[in-house]
Structures are given as C-alpha cells and as structure tokens.
C-alpha cells in the first residue's frame, strides 16, 4: 500500500535496510517502485516498506520473471568440492525442483571447465548464468564488481569446505626427495586457489628459486607422473587419486588460517530477473548436501559413473570435505583474507545475498540459514 499510513514501526524497513536485503541502489529501488509496484508507505518525507508486504512482493515477481529457453551452468567436474553440481546434474535433481514451478520446457546447459576463472569470464559476458568457483575466483569476481559498471557477482550459497585448507596439496612424484634442490619447477592452474596457496607453501618453504609452470590440473598430474616436473599444487581429486595409485606424495596441504572453500555465484542482475530458477537451483543445491552427507556410498557410485575415478577415491573426498551451503562469519573472513592479499580491501560481505537460500531451506523445512551468520561452523551440518 502507498500513500501516508500508520503502520507498526517494528515491521518496517528502511531505504538503506532494503537496499541492503535486495543488494540493489537505491535508483533501482525507485525504479522497482514504480515500474514493478514494490509496496511502500510514506510517512512524512520518509519512505518505509514492510517486512511481510517486502516478502510477498519478491515471491510475486518470482511467478513473473523474465522468460528464458536456456540456462547455462557452470561446473567444474576436476574439482572435487564443486561436484555437487555435478550430482544436480546426474540425478537431475534440478529438473525435479522446476517442473513443481513451471509448465513450459527449459534446456539446461551444463559447462564444464579447468578453472574458475573461465567460468568467471563467461558470467561477465552473460553467456554463464550460475556457476561454482573456488574462494580466490570467487575474490577475484568481486573485485571485477567494483570496476565494472555492469556485472555485480553475487554469492548465494557454499559449496565443499575443507578445514586449514585441507582439500589443497602440493604433491611431488613418490620417487622424488623435493629438497635436494633449491631449483624447483611446479604445476598449477593459473589464477585459482591452487596458485594462490601454492604461493604460501613457497613462502612456508623457504625455496629460494622456483619456476611455476601453468596448465590444467589433468595435464599437471601427468606430468608429475612423468617426472616431467617435480611438484605441483592441486585441489581434489587428483592428491587422494594420486596416493591411490601409488604415484604421488603429500608434502604440504596446511594453509593456517585458512580453509578452502568454494561457493555458488550468479550476477545481481540475472539473479533479480530469474529469481525463480534461482530458488529452484538452490532447493536442488541443498538435496545434493543432503544426499552427499547421507549417502556418501550411492553419491560415489554416481560420481564415479560420471568420472571414471576409482570409488574408494570418491567416497574418501565426500567424506572429508564440509557439505554445507551455509555462509558463515568464519567463511566471509577466508575470503577477505585471500582479497586483501592481492586487493588490500574487500568488502566480501557487500556480496552476500541470503534470502533466497532462506527459502529454500524454510520450504524443506531446515532452520533459517541467516543465523548461521556465526563466527564459526556448527557442529553438525544441515545446509
């Protein structure tokens, strides 16, 4: 309702505390008002809108949303903490969540990737609309939000986490003694978490000359394998698959104070326009937690069907990573940590958008994911 009303002053919100909520300005916000009848009421010269009308409207525009024959979604099937997409896909647990939502047919679009920040590259040119990164791709994005005028990424939910950074490893050939030199040559991905660690375990080290050379993470395993190079930084599968077959070794896989993460991302603008999909994704993000945290066996098999990697390498991964999509105090400071290292300033907060993942778990009937806003992980993981 617009116009001068009374209205308890408890239901209602500020400007800046919608802005905030919807991580919109405040020119959309005027926008929105008139073109798209956002509920307000004016009390004086102040304009306040209502806890409940705010909800209602946002689930009305969700029914009204922008049409789309095609989504395209970005996954990284090399990198073990982001196979819950990879399990949406398989079990087609996206497709479930829409037909309760919508009548008319939608191709869905899954692209696979070596890194996050060829992903990241096709959501600033609007050819990926969601997609999974890791924590540094993910610092990287936000950073690109605040010089380009048209792209804001959004962080909806986490992905795997991994304690002290755990699900990172720099491994040499098992045949090699890493330190009877000086000179070491190594493997990673450019621009991903994998370098970004790679860069503390120099400097945890000591080693006073190194030559990085830059690849995707398969071709780095085989050229390990190879005793082409000596070492190289990689994210799971590949340390656990590695040791399994008995051809490499752990030397450092401890990043103090800070886990791995890695999280789901859409842009703000894609977001407001399909907000829709975007709940049906993140209701089929958190059955993959669940499926994941119950039945690790079953998710292995499938993973291994798609992967053609070794079971037993599946279900020790699964086993060991955190499957939470909460965001948490404690994760929001892993990521500041990775942006000041190479920004100095960050506000990685301002990227936070949680509404939409509190109502997908209210709808299957989780706790609120907003109060997991803690300053670390709860015990037992619901999200």
């Not at 100095?344 to 299957?364: F, K, N, R, S």
């Amino acid at each position: 309702m617009n116009g001068n009303q009374s209205k308890d002053s408890q239901e209602l919100l500020t400007i800046p505390e919608v802005l905030a909520r919807l991580h919109i300005s405040r020119s959309t916000f005027d926008r929105w008002r008139h073109q798209r009848q956002l509920p307000y009421y004016k009390i004086g010269r102040e304009i306040f809108v209502d806890r409940n009308d705010l909800r209602e409207w946002i689930v009305q525009q969700r029914n009204q949303t922008q049409p789309m024959s095609t989504v395209v979604i970005g996954i990284q099937t090399h990198t073990a903490q982001t196979w819950s997409g990879l399990i949406i896909k398989e079990l087609r647990l996206l497709e479930t969540e829409l037909s309760a939502i919508r009548k008319d047919s939608l191709t869905i679009v899954w692209e696979n990737a070596d890194s996050g920040l060829d992903l990241l590259e096709g959501m600033i040119q609007g050819r990926v609309h969601l997609a999974y990164l890791g924590d540094y791709p993910i610092a990287v994005g936000h950073k690109l939000s605040t010089l380009l005028l048209r792209f804001r990424l959004v962080l909806l939910a986490f992905d795997g986490k991994s304690r002290g950074g755990r699900g990172i490893a720099v491994l040499t050939h098992s045949n090699y003694e890493l330190f009877e030199s000086n000179n070491l040559t190594l493997v990673t991905v450019p621009g991903s978490s994998a370098e970004h660690r790679l860069k503390q375990f120099v400097k945890d080290m000591g080693v006073s000359r190194v030559e990085v050379s830059y690849c995707a993470m398969s071709d780095g395993m085989h050229l390990i394998t190879k005793q082409s190079v000596i070492a190289g930084c990689m994210w799971e599968p590949f340390p656990t698959l590695m040791q399994h077959l008995g051809i490499g070794r752990v030397i450092w896989e401890e990043s103090q104070g800070q886990d791995y993460l890695t999280g789901l991302v859409t842009s703000q603008e894609w977001m407001t326009n399909h907000s829709s999909f975007v709940y049906a994704y993140l209701k089929a993000h958190l059955r993959a937690h669940e499926l994941i945290r119950k039945s690790p066996e079953r998710m292995a098999k499938v993973l291994s069907e798609a992967l053609d990697l070794p079971p037993k390498v599946i279900y020790r991964i699964l086993t060991q990573t955190r499957w939470d999509a909460g965001i948490y105090y404690r994760d929001l400071q892993t990521l500041s940590k990775i942006g000041h290292s190479m920004f100095h300033e960050m506000d990685i907060e301002g990227m936070v958008t949680m509404d939409y993942l509190a109502d997908a778990a209210h709808d299957m009937g989780l706790p609120d994911p907003r109060s997991a806003y803690l300053d670390d992980w709860i015990p037992d993981e619901v999200y």
